[in-house]
């Protein structure tokens, strides 16, 4: 079974600039969710996706935005773009079936390493 | 706040050394705590959830345990190979929701 997919898997922007990141999960999965992990912060919350809905959002700017296509597949934006979020974008899949109280263990893909300069 | 502690940052180890890496947390209502691998340049993987004190569970040379405050990994004899980041997340009772809060993660270097 093919884990979870990103891409791009590098990308460099320059400040002010946007940028869209892709997210494939595990067949199956209807659960995606978004980390943004760097060296100071460790890895961070920005907000899940299941049946096309944001469930819950993190404490980032709007800067930060999401969406969840039908086929469960996720794609991540970030406007304005500043040389603070260079670092590693993490996705995560679940086998979250429903909106309950259950915990589903997380898979993650490789990443896209962003570079703001 | 939920909030997760992991020590020592750094940890190095001979081949055959066993020992044990912490995590601390603060969380109302554990939902489940996560123990991940991750290797330099690549996502986490998966290893463990435990969701109760007194649990426990195995794999290979990982051993995860589970206290009310506390859960250690303990590394039995070892290898190069299982030099990585270990990386412990809970999740809190949030109704619904998925959110992970992570611990710094424990860097584990074993040498040959």
């Known amino acids: 079974k093919a884990g979870v997919t990103q891409t791009p898997r590098y990308l460099i922007k320059t400040r002010g600039q946007q940028v869209t990141l892709s997210c494939s999960p595990i067949?199956?999965?209807?659960?995606v969710s978004w980390y943004q992990q760097t060296p100071g912060q460790g890895l961070q919350f920005l907000f899940e996706?299941?049946?096309?809905?944001?469930?819950n959002k993190g404490n980032f700017p709007g800067r930060f935005s999401g969406r969840q296509f039908s086929n469960s597949r996720s794609e991540m934006n970030v406007s304005t773009l500043e040389l603070g979020d260079s670092a590693l974008y993490l996705c995560?899949?679940?086998?979250?079936?429903?909106?309950?109280?259950?915990?589903?263990?997380?898979?993650f893909g490789p990443g896209t390493r962003l570079t703001v300069t | 706040e939920d909030q997760v502690t992991q020590s020592p940052e750094a940890l190095r180890l001979q081949e055959g050394e066993s020992s044990s890496l912490n995590c601390s947390y603060t969380?109302?209502?554990?939902?489940?705590l996560f123990w991940y691998r991750q290797d330099p340049g690549k996502g986490p993987e998966f290893l463990f959830t435990?969701?109760?004190a007194g649990e426990e569970k195995e794999k290979e040379r990982l051993k995860a345990t589970l206290t009310k405050k506390e859960s250690f990994l303990h590394i039995t004899a070892p290898k190069p190979e299982d030099s990585a980041t270990y990386l412990c997340?809970?999740?809190?009772?949030?109704?619904?929701?998925?959110?992970?809060?992570f611990g710094t993660g424990t860097r584990l270097l074993v040498s040959p």
């Open positions: 995560a899949s679940s086998l979250r079936t429903d909106t309950s109280l259950a915990s589903y263990e997380q898979y």
């Open positions: 067949s199956g999965h209807r659960s």
């Open positions: 996706y299941f049946s096309e809905t944001q469930r």
């Open positions: 969380v109302s209502g554990l939902r489940g």
């Open positions: 435990l969701y109760s």
């Open positions: 997340a809970v999740r809190g009772p949030n109704t619904g929701f998925q959110k992970l809060v």
